[in-house]
């Protein structure tokens, strides 16, 4: 590896709250089930403890005020804290005061917890799509200072297969901008790639995960933002009868994660997403004392509009 700084992010939220389950699962019924999102956490801090990795933990508010004592582990460790939002709604099925609505409460419960300002956010499932772009005025409203929501592919459920597959500012109204960080891919032939995350993750053999993130580093001289959820390393988590689909992007190699996550841990650098930002802005966005004052020349490059013909 050349040095350069990835990010690693975490969303915190636990298996019977994913949008492919939410059919079957309502909002309402999530108390009924066992929760495993304590311990698979647990487990994910001890593994970044060893690595010396410090990661951007999205969390949802409603496993913090539930879990307050994962939040505070979390950020005495000198992780990130960051927001999933509340209840894990998709973007474009809320309207715009919900969305307010949905992601002021977590943001102010984060902060309630940690005593520190809060200023990235990730929504449900990428759910930031072309027609909610609304949302990113809301976030800046609201304080945040990155989203780090948009997928550069096509999906069934989330993407904005033109977007830029790299870190680029959205301009906003009266001259504003809020950082973008997008999760990452290659590019092979005309499509994106998805590869360093979740499912994608899972499916993929490490060897290619690892040439995609390294022809990331090297080639396009930019930085990979890996994400995955702390259920994603429970192969022994229970089984929800969900539609074929669901079924097989939730369980698909599960038993596999935990050692992939380690070889990342092992080959590559990881910081959390505020520090890229800070690279960006050339300014101190108040890190926790672990992080802070890590620094290496970060390529991120800057696009107002963010998205190609």
Same mark, same amino acid.
């Given at each position: ?8 992010? @975490? ?14 699962? !309502? ?9 495993? /999102? ?5 487990? #994910? ?13 999205? =969390? ?28 894990? !709604? ?28 809060? /200023? ?5 499932? %990428? ?11 809301? #976030? ?17 459920? %989330? ?16 001259? +504003? ?17 998805? @590869? ?9 053999? %490490?060897?290619?995960? !690892? ?16 994400? #995955? ?9 229970? +089984? ?8 097989? !992007? ?30 960006? +802005?050339?300014?101190? #966005? ?18 107002? =509009?963010? @998205?190609?013909?």
């Amino acid at each position: 590896m050349d040095g350069r700084l990835n990010a690693l992010t @975490i969303d915190v939220e636990d298996y019977y709250q994913v949008s492919g389950f939410e059919s079957h699962i !309502r909002f309402e019924q999530w108390p009924d089930y066992e929760s495993r /999102v304590v311990g698979n956490t647990w487990r #994910l801090l001890e593994m970044l403890h060893f690595h010396r990795v410090k990661a951007t933990f999205f =969390i949802l508010g409603w496993i913090a005020e539930r879990y307050p004592q994962v939040v505070l582990a979390i950020h005495k460790e000198g992780h990130e804290i960051a927001s999933h939002g509340y209840r894990h !709604r998709l973007v474009y099925n809320m309207s715009r005061e919900e969305f307010r609505q949905d992601t002021e409460r977590s943001k102010e419960v984060l902060e309630d917890l940690c005593g520190v300002p809060v /200023v990235g956010y990730r929504a449900a499932s %990428y759910s930031i799509t072309k027609q909610t772009l609304w949302s990113l005025e809301v #976030l800046h409203a609201l304080g945040f200072q990155y989203d780090s929501s948009i997928f550069p592919i096509h999906h069934d459920r %989330y993407g904005i297969p033109n977007a830029s597959r790299f870190p680029y500012g959205h301009s906003l109204s009266e001259g +504003r901008e809020l950082l973008e960080f997008p999760l990452s891919t290659v590019r092979m032939m005309k499509w994106n790639i998805p @590869i360093a995350g979740g499912g994608y993750l899972r499916l993929f053999p %490490y060897w290619f995960i !690892r040439w995609g993130i390294a022809q990331i580093n090297e080639k396009e001289k930019a930085p990979a933002i890996v994400y #995955l959820h702390p259920w994603e390393i429970d192969p022994n988590q229970p +089984r929800i009868n969900g539609d074929r689909l669901s079924r097989f !992007r939730h369980y698909v190699n599960l038993e596999k994660m935990e050692q992939k996550l380690k070889n990342l841990l092992s080959d590559f650098q990881f910081v959390p997403l505020r520090v890229l930002a800070e690279s960006y +802005r050339g300014s101190d #966005l108040s890190l926790p004392g672990e992080v802070k004052g890590i620094s290496a020349p970060v390529a991120v490059g800057r696009n107002h =509009i963010g @998205i190609t013909e």
